[in-house]
């Protein structure tokens, strides 16, 4: 069955380093996310992606976050200078009708 | 805006008890519907979806939800609990425009279900 995947599983950082969170989404879908669940809050749309382009984003999503899909597969998620806020767990999910979740990565920033 | 209310952060109840876990959602339009699932330590996992076809909505591992426009609700139930079932979960909505279901989700704040033996 397909899935999404995400890569890595968990992440620590220091304050202030750029990470680069990555996902492969299941391979005939068009539409893309990301999203953050905070520790013991809800999950939180960061941003949607469709024919290359951000598509709608939240006022989470602000100029140290950015997205790509540098070839056919991937999907990134990178963060240009992490906060301690910033800690949370990071979904990526792609759809083509009904949207499907990445296992998420654990991003901890020190 | 979309919104959606989960009532009861926590809820417990024995083996073989009914589930009910509650799920109302704010929108003059009914939106699309949606229940997933998030084990320890995992991804969230689509229990099941309602878009505008059959009320009454069955997922996977035996959970149902019936759609109530007159009370903008979504409640998932089971009728028979399992050890396996205790996890978190989320009910989520996505704006019914043009019959399309996806799109941005807005997830309730989550319902964490212990299940004693």
């Known amino acids: 069955e397909p899935e999404v995947t995400q890569t890595p599983s968990h992440q620590v950082t220091q304050m202030g380093q750029e990470v680069i969170l990555r996902c492969v989404p299941i391979?005939?879908?068009?539409?893309f996310y990301w999203y953050r669940q905070i520790l013991g809050q809800k999950v939180e749309f960061l941003v949607s992606?469709?024919?290359?382009?951000?598509?709608?984003k939240s006022e989470i999503f602000d100029d140290q976050f950015s997205v790509e899909r540098p070839d056919g597969s991937n999907f990134t998620l990178k963060i240009r200078s992490t906060k301690l806020e910033d800690s949370a767990m990071y979904f990526c999910?792609?759809?083509?009708?009904?949207?499907?979740f990445g296992p998420g990565t654990r991003l901890t920033v020190l | 805006a979309q919104s959606v209310t989960q009532l009861g952060s926590h809820v417990s109840v024995s083996e073989g008890a009914l589930v009910l876990l509650r799920c109302n959602y704010s929108?003059?339009?009914?939106?699309?519907l949606f229940w997933y699932v998030q084990y320890p330590n995992q991804g969230l996992q689509l229990l099941l979806k309602?878009?505008?076809?059959?009320?009454l909505v069955k997922g996977i591992n035996g959970f149902e939800a019936e759609f109530k426009k007159s009370e903008t609700s979504f409640h998932l139930t089971k009728p028979s609990a399992h050890m396996s079932d205790a996890a978190e979960y989320f009910c989520?909505?996505?704006?019914?425009?043009?019959?399309?279901?996806?799109?941005?989700?807005?997830f309730g704040q989550g319902t964490i279900l212990t299940v004693h033996p």
């Open positions: 999910a792609s759809s083509l009708g009904l949207t499907f």
């Open positions: 391979s005939n879908h068009l539409y």
């Open positions: 992606f469709y024919n290359n382009e951000i598509s709608e």
């Open positions: 929108s003059s339009v009914p939106p699309y």
């Open positions: 309602y878009t505008s076809a059959a009320t």
């Open positions: 989520a909505v996505i704006p019914n425009a043009g019959g399309t279901s996806y799109g941005k989700l807005t």
